[in-house]
């Protein structure tokens, strides 16, 4: 089989067989045909080895710095994926990227809202005009702070899966294709009451959960975009994305000392070394621990 035959395969397997989104396939398929354009599209899978899949993480495009170790994780996530499918349909004896260690992502920490920064952002959602939208505002961005959804699945809510007396998010398509149930607490039942309440009221033209002043369905672009302006509104000194308040809910967590496995379920990560990055500790953390240790001098 040929490399090229090989990933049309692939991509068929992640529309077909694991339901994955589009973004999702163009972004694998952009990666492979990238890695097959260095290596040769023509050639046998077989044939494939250790320092073909090394050359492509550390390819440099012209004009542009070499890849940081976020993209190269990233890089290496497609090309793990694939060649794991290649394996198990018996196309291939030996994995290329068996043995290659993820590069270490340094966390910052500026990703992350703390306290004051967070309630600056609820702050500046209440200096909205519209009543509508400040409802609508503040129970998006609590939804994402205090359960950790990703954006495209906030965007892709409907009523009928909010069931506030379980408290609970139903059958949330999360990454990977799988339905989960999410747990909701108090304080974001509230907020998704108030704004259910306000939602029926404008009468929308679609069972989405999040609408427009037209009753349509907000997007992933329109939901980042609300949130960031609502971040340079508050005078926020980084952009504030939708994943930033994703990265403050599980940073919360482990600072509160919650089992990094609990966490990892609740961010539907698929490894636990995902989870453990959320698991740094501020300089701020740091100077306390150290003022402990200090004692009066006479």
């Known amino acids: 089989m040929t490399l090229k035959d090989a990933i049309d395969a692939y991509l068929v397997h992640l529309r077909e067989d694991r339901a994955r989104a589009y973004r999702t396939r163009k972004t694998y398929e952009q990666e492979l045909r990238l890695f097959s354009g260095g290596v040769g599209e023509k050639t046998r899978v077989k044939k494939l080895q250790r320092s073909h899949v090394i050359a492509h993480l550390e390819r440099q495009v012209p004009g542009r710095a070499l890849p940081g170790p976020s ?130 009221s404008r009468h929308p033209a679609t069972e989405q959960l999040f609408i427009g002043r037209a009753g349509r369905g907000l997007g992933v672009r329109q939901v980042e975009r609300r949130v960031k302006a609502l971040g340079e509104q508050a005078d926020i000194p980084f952009p504030v994305t939708p994943h930033t308040l994703r990265h403050t809910y599980a940073t919360e967590l482990v600072h509160r000392g919650v089992n990094l496995e609990v966490v990892r379920r609740l961010m539907n990560h698929k490894s636990i070394t995902t989870t453990s990055r959320y698991s740094h500790v501020g300089f701020d953390a740091l100077r306390e621990a150290v003022e402990q240790l200090s004692e009066e001098e006479a």
């Open 71 to 200: 993209t190269r994780n990233r890089k290496l996530s497609v090309l793990r994926g694939f060649f794991e499918f290649l394996e198990e349909h018996a196309r291939l004896r030996v994995n290329p990227t068996a043995g290659i260690r993820w590069a270490r992502v340094p966390v910052d920490e500026q990703q992350c809202l703390d306290r004051v920064q967070y309630r600056a952002l609820l702050q500046a959602v209440n200096g909205l005009g519209r009543p509508w939208l400040r409802a609508r505002e503040r129970a998006m961005i609590k939804l994402i702070y205090h359960t950790g959804v990703r954006v495209a699945e906030l965007a892709s809510l409907a009523v009928e899966q909010v069931d506030l007396d379980a408290a609970m998010l139903t059958r949330v398509r999360r990454k990977g294709g799988e339905d989960r149930n999410v747990p909701l607490n108090r304080t974001i039942i509230a907020e998704l009451r108030r704004w259910m309440t306000v939602r029926a």
